[in-house]
């Protein structure tokens, strides 16, 4: 990756065939404290349909912070996401046959000549419309087992499903519909023109699924997470892993947390040097856990601020959401809340720890159990506290949420402000919330 010129202010428009790492090429180089505007393809279903991609995201390129050195941390202030999609479909996955090798995500081939990361051409509409260019196969490696489309309404952030006329419609349009940016090299999947549950009314609520930083090693961006990268262990193609151990590497940016959005900041690790920060995966909307393993996946710009946090080591991300966002439990003490505690603590003889700020330790693994356990582990070092103390803490001012199945969640505390000081979060911590 070569140095460019310190910007700040960046734009982005170029995207990467479903890889993160660090042989990918920069986008550029914004300032420490500069603003990145990006211009994403959708996510999901677009790309795991074109089987040219490497993984099932197209994401940006990464884009170097200024000043960003392995073992820093970057704050990433979400200013802004805006959906440019008027509609997209999405629904649980079915697997085809002989279209991949380990990995339908991954490994693609065609089923027909055997090529493999086939280019394709577009034959119509349906789920045989994605056509291998050698021989003319279907060449895609995923059909719906259940599926609808989705048609947006951005003044009043609703959307509402389709029924097959409408869905075709649609699908004989789908570029332009679903806005594909011009450097992209996904299929939209508006082609597929599935029509289930017909005219149920949905809220918005756009939201980005995979950002963060870049791991040290190349890895397909759908798959930089605990759980997803569970596929890549003894997987025999040019991305697979031996270990659990090896998936350490990863920067976790594939979260798919719907807390991640316009006001929320994100703040991630530094492995490579320069940071790498990399968006893709907009989302209309999605409840908790993600339960189809897919939703609305759309095209949109996402505007953010940029901030290195010198020497703040983390193992993975740590999120600080907008205040409406937050459980009851986690949200910051009110004037009223900290007299009442100071009058109980002088009525006890103890002094009241008032002065706190939520964060939220995102962990991903094998199951939900398990980015439990990586998110107490990573919340154990960040704050210096053993788990056992991390477990009473959250269970008394926070929590665990489930952001996507089967294996990322955030787990939720209240943080004394002093320790953040000490870790170098506590000026994000005072800034998002007001402190």
């Known amino acids: 990756m070569s140095q460019q010129g310190v910007q700040e202010e960046l734009y982005v428009d170029q995207y990467t065939l479903g890889l993160v790492g660090p042989d990918q090429e920069w986008a550029g180089t914004v300032a420490d404290g500069g603003t990145v505007e990006t211009y994403t393809p959708p996510g999901c279903w677009g790309p795991m349909v074109t089987p040219s991609f490497r993984g099932g995201h197209e994401v940006t390129r990464p884009i170097r912070v200024e000043g960003a050195e392995v073992g820093d941390a970057i704050a990433i202030h979400i200013r802004d996401v805006e959906v440019t999609s008027m509609a997209t479909s999405t629904g649980s996955m079915a697997e085809r046959e002989g ?41 895609s490696s995923f059909g719906f087992e259940y599926g609808y489309t989705v048609a947006f309404d951005h003044e009043n952030a609703v959307g509402i499903t389709l029924d097959k006329e409408g869905a075709h419609a649609l699908a004989t349009d789908a570029e332009r519909v ?32 995979n950002i963060g930083t870049t791991p040290p090693v190349t890895m ?29 590497k990863r920067t976790d940016g594939h979260m798919d947390i719907p807390e991640v959005r316009a006001g929320a900041t994100l703040i991630c690790p530094v492995a490579i040097d320069g940071g790498g920060v990399y968006v893709g995966d907009l989302h209309a909307n999605q409840g908790d856990g993600e339960l189809s393993l897919h939703t609305t996946d759309v095209s949109g710009t996402v505007t953010m601020d940029v901030e290195v946090i010198e020497g703040l080591d983390l193992d993975g991300p740590v999120l600080l959401p907008n205040e409406e966002d ?19 603590g002088a009525d006890h ?19 939900v159990n398990d980015a439990t356990q990586n998110a107490f582990d990573r919340a154990g070092r960040l704050l210096d506290m053993s788990e056992g103390e991390i477990r009473a803490r959250c269970t008394f001012t926070g929590g665990v949420q489930i952001g996507r199945l089967p294996g990322v969640v955030q787990l939720d505390l209240l943080a004394p402000l002093d320790l953040l000081d000490e870790r170098g979060l506590g000026d994000a911590a005072r800034e998002q919330y007001g402190l």
Do not use: K
């Open 326 to 344: 937050l459980p009851f439990i986690s949200r910051p003490y009110t004037d009223a809340e900290r007299e009442a505690g100071r009058d109980l």
């Open 220 to 248: 397909p961006d759908s798959h930089n997470a605990g759980d997803f990268g569970q596929n890549l262990i003894g997987a025999d193609h040019d991305y697979g892993v031996e270990t659990e151990t090896d998936l350490e």
């Open 99 to 139: 279209a991949f090798g380990d990995d339908p995500f991954v490994d693609h081939r065609c089923p027909e000549c055997g090529t493999t990361w086939p280019d394709s051409v577009v034959e119509g509409t349906g789920e045989d419309a994605i056509r291998c260019a050698e021989c003319g196969a279907n060449a």
């Open 349 to 367: 003889g103890v002094d009241v720890e008032d002065d706190m700020a939520p964060i939220q330790v995102v962990g991903s693994g094998a199951t």
């Open 178 to 209: 679903m806005d594909i940016p011009e450097n992209a090299r996904q299929h939209p999947i508006l082609l597929y023109e599935p029509d289930g549950m017909p005219g149920t009314l949905g809220r918005l609520r756009p939201f980005i699924g």
